[in-house]
């Protein structure tokens, strides 16, 4: 191939790079051995025991936090958003023709081991809330909740959004629990809850 | 054994091989006779510092004798047009991810501005800034000036220049799919992969053509020893394509395994793509500019494989916290720590080249935005070695410091880097000079200035962001508002390095239309002077 013209940037710029032998510097060296002292320091303290899905460096006590005792201190409110607001919403209003309100219903503030009974194993068909009727299935909780988060969820919505009903107690909890120990299936509407006794 | 006891072993037997291959290599590339690194030297070239600031016409050619002025110009001739197209689409791309990022800045703090169409909402314009600039600006800059600088040091011409073309239309055809399919709300919903990976294919294709005339040309070489450059631009043209291959393959990673994959993916192409593509450059136009030898060969070997080695590791301190193995974090904090040794070896070794010759900085725009750069990648690597900690991970993890850091390395590193390469580059392949000196200055002083501004706030910002967070007495909303003032001052910064930008690409299209603007035809004016270091 012909060389082409060499343009003046091409002719004043300096010649390519080269490298000097230079033996390293001791401080570099020096820094070398203190980051790999650093690392076995750092993976000998280190926790790799744990099983990983407790997230990395958690330990239990982390984890369990100081629970209080039971049936003492479950946040309710808690279980609420997480549990219940998806259908009964922040607000407890539901969603009319669709979800129950809770806010003012005569289920949440009527007989405590009815409301108990609710969310131990949920509901299937027609129910009448505040005079409005409702068709649908709310899930059961007794395998997911103890009594003393159903006592303490069941005791924040009877207290939020104007109900006043006094608290459950995680013992009348687990009665209505031992009461329908053999139930596998939801109640079946209002019909079945308003004859509990 | 214990999961400690293996940790332990690996990582003590995997140092002392590190440090038993570097040697090797030392010991055996290093000839008593230094022909090594005399092969790229014609007869009689010794490296002295230009003096810019005198006329042309009585300036000596900077020694240089005709065979290694007629290499020069073959393979400068060779890469012209592959180049340029590399840098129009990486000003294309850099213009755009400025517009981008800094809609996505402002809507951080005026949340109700643009919200009429989806693809300006913050989900979307936020990802196509950050596709724009990690598959547009930055790739097209760097293996731009990778593609010019390999042949040069190979002493031969380009072979294959054709392939890479086909390459770099197929990338940027691949890219303004990927970008539209974001903006249209289209996604993987993986950060850094977020292009649908049906798209990636084509990505695969063009990157795979674009390192193809790397193999070819490496096997055309006329020298022996392969310069520094060499090592790191052809290493990350191998690495990448793993990387992104690995990273794309549909259905191949699910949960957990997709979380730790993709941080190392996340990681990994930062430090095994523009980061060596980077520092590529700094050790081909620092020693270049200032006309002296880099000091020393073993800390450009540490440097190196130090970087090769640890990098590949440092990936799962995005995780801490999270659900994945215990040693699995550990290794990659320990790891992180020790990528201090190779940023150290690396930056002794510009430092004490550069030690005596900072007068050339006055002159040398390049020399500045590649001092100012390499600086950067020292501060932003220490940052993000001490950011792996578990105890500092804590607090920065999930706020904007995040965010402030990963600009310093892309942007106050990477960047500026590029930026000075393209100021060098340029005038070699298109045969003209740099028009308006000044606009080189006003875009150095914006862009440093604009990403100081926007470091520091969001440091500042990021870390009380993260000390509200973890406080239990103060609610979540509190630790968003109070990051409003900083992310004010961040469009602020924002805003200058993306003026800086316009005047970059506006520089760039005056140098193309301006008539008889090579420097044959055109007497030494006083501003065309200062700009001779370039």
Redesign the interface.
Same mark, same amino acid.
Request: aromatic content about 8%; proline content about 9%; overall charge neutral.
């Given at each position: 191939?012909n060389?082409?013209?060499?343009?003046?940037?091409?002719?004043?710029?300096?010649?390519?790079?080269?490298?000097?032998?230079?033996?390293?510097?001791r401080?570099?060296l020096l820094?070398?051995l203190v980051?790999?002292a650093?690392?076995?320091d750092?993976?000998?303290h280190?926790?790799?025991?744990?099983p990983?899905?407790?997230?990395?460096?958690?330990t239990r006590a982390e984890l369990v936090g100081d629970r209080p005792a039971a049936g003492q201190g479950v946040d309710g409110a808690a279980i609420y958003a997480a549990m219940c607001s998806g259908c009964h919403q922040a607000s407890g209003q539901g969603l009319p023709g669709v979800f129950p309100p809770l806010a003012g219903s005569e289920w949440v503030v009527g007989k405590a081991s009815t409301a108990a009974a609710i969310v131990l194993h949920g509901v299937s068909g027609p129910i009448e809330v505040k005079g409005q009727p409702f068709n649908g299935t709310m899930p059961a909780f007794a395998a997911s909740l103890g009594d003393a988060e159903i006592a303490a969820v069941l005791s924040h919505v009877r207290s939020q959004w104007g109900n006043s009903a006094a608290p459950i107690p995680a013992e009348l909890v687990a009665n209505t629990r031992s009461l329908h120990a053999d139930r596998s299936t939801p109640f079946n509407g209002g019909d079945e809850l308003a004859q509990l006794p | 054994m214990?999961? !400690?006891a293996i940790?332990?072993s690996a990582?003590?037997l995997s140092?002392v091989g590190l440090g038993f291959f570097i040697w090797s290599q030392r010991a055996h590339l290093?000839d008593p006779s230094?022909e090594g690194?005399?092969v790229?030297?014609?007869a009689g070239?010794i490296?002295?510092p230009?003096e810019p600031a005198a006329p042309?016409a009585t300036?000596p050619?900077?020694?240089?004798d005709d065979a290694?002025?007629?290499a020069? *110009? =073959?393979a400068?001739?060779s890469t012209a047009p592959l180049v340029f197209f590399f840098y129009c689409c990486a000003f294309v791309w850099l213009l755009v991810a400025s517009a981008a990022g800094l809609t996505a800045s402002i809507k951080l703090h005026a949340p109700d501005w643009l919200t009429a169409d989806a693809w300006l909402s913050f989900g979307r314009i936020r990802t196509v800034h950050l596709n724009a600039v990690a598959y547009g600006w930055a790739p097209m800059a760097g293996l731009g000036t990778a593609l010019f600088v390999i042949p040069?040091?190979l002493k031969t011409?380009l072979v294959g220049g054709r392939y890479a073309l086909l390459g770099a239309a197929l990338w940027n055809a691949a890219l303004i799919a990927g970008l539209g399919s974001l903006a249209y709300g289209v996604s993987d919903g993986l950060e850094w992969l977020e292009i649908p990976w049906q798209i990636d294919l084509l990505f695969v294709a063009g990157g795979a053509l674009i390192g193809l005339p790397l193999i070819l040309t490496l096997r055309r070489r006329q020298v022996a020893h392969l310069?520094?450059s060499v090592w790191y631009m052809g290493c990350a043209l191998f690495w990448f394509p793993v990387l992104f291959l690995v990273a794309n393959v549909p259905g191949l990673h699910h949960g957990?395994e997709q979380a730790t994959m993709n941080w190392w993916f996340g990681h990994n192409v930062l430090g095994l793509f523009y980061t060596p593509l980077a520092l590529a450059s700094i050790?081909?136009f620092?020693?270049?500019?200032?006309?002296r030898?880099?000091?020393?060969?073993?800390?450009?070997l540490?440097g190196f494989w130090g970087l090769a080695f640890f990098y590949g590791q440092v990936g799962g301190h995005h !995780?801490?916290?999270?659900?994945?193995?215990?040693?699995m974090?550990?290794?990659s904090?320990?790891q992180s720590?020790?990528m201090?040794?190779p940023v150290?070896?690396f930056t *002794?070794n510009q430092h004490?080249t550069l030690k005596g010759n900072l007068a050339a900085l006055r002159h040398s725009p390049t020399l500045r935005f590649m001092c100012l750069g390499g600086l950067m990648y020292t501060a932003s690597s220490v940052q993000g070695s001490f950011e792996a900690l =578990?105890s500092m991970n804590a607090v920065t993890h999930f706020t904007h410091y995040t965010v402030a850091h990963a600009h310093l390395g892309l942007y106050g590193f990477v960047s500026l880097v590029f930026f000075g390469a393209m100021y060098f580059v340029i005038?070699?392949i298109t045969?003209r000079?740099w028009p308006w000196p000044r606009m080189i200055s006003a875009h150095f002083w914006l862009a440093s200035i604009g990403v100081a501004i926007y470091f520091v706030s969001l440091t500042i910002g990021g870390w009380l962001q993260g000390r509200a967070m973890l406080d239990e007495s103060r609610g979540f909303m509190e630790s968003v508002l109070l990051t409003l003032p900083y992310l004010k001052a961040r469009s602020v910064g924002g805003a200058m390095m993306a003026l800086g930008h316009v005047i970059f690409a506006a520089h760039f299209i005056r140098l193309l239309t301006a008539r008889g603007a090579s =420097?044959?035809a055109q007497p030494a004016s006083p501003f065309a002077t200062a700009a001779?270091g370039i």
């Open positions: 191939m060389t082409p013209d060499v343009l003046p940037q091409q002719r004043r710029e300096n010649p390519d790079p080269q490298e000097r032998s230079t033996p390293m510097p401080l570099v820094l070398a980051l790999v650093f690392g076995i750092y993976i000998s280190a926790d790799v025991n744990s990983s899905a407790w997230g990395d460096a958690r | 214990s999961p !400690l940790l332990m990582f003590i140092i290093t230094t690194s005399e790229i030297f014609a070239e490296g002295t230009e042309l300036r050619a900077a020694g240089a290694e002025l007629a020069r *110009a =073959r400068d001739a040069r040091l011409e310069y520094v957990i050790y081909y620092l020693p270049k500019v200032i006309g030898p880099i000091q020393s060969y073993n800390l450009s540490l !995780l801490i916290g999270g659900p994945v193995p215990g040693w974090v550990t290794l904090i320990v720590m020790m201090i040794l150290a070896a *002794a004490l =578990r005038p070699r045969g000079d =420097r044959r001779e």
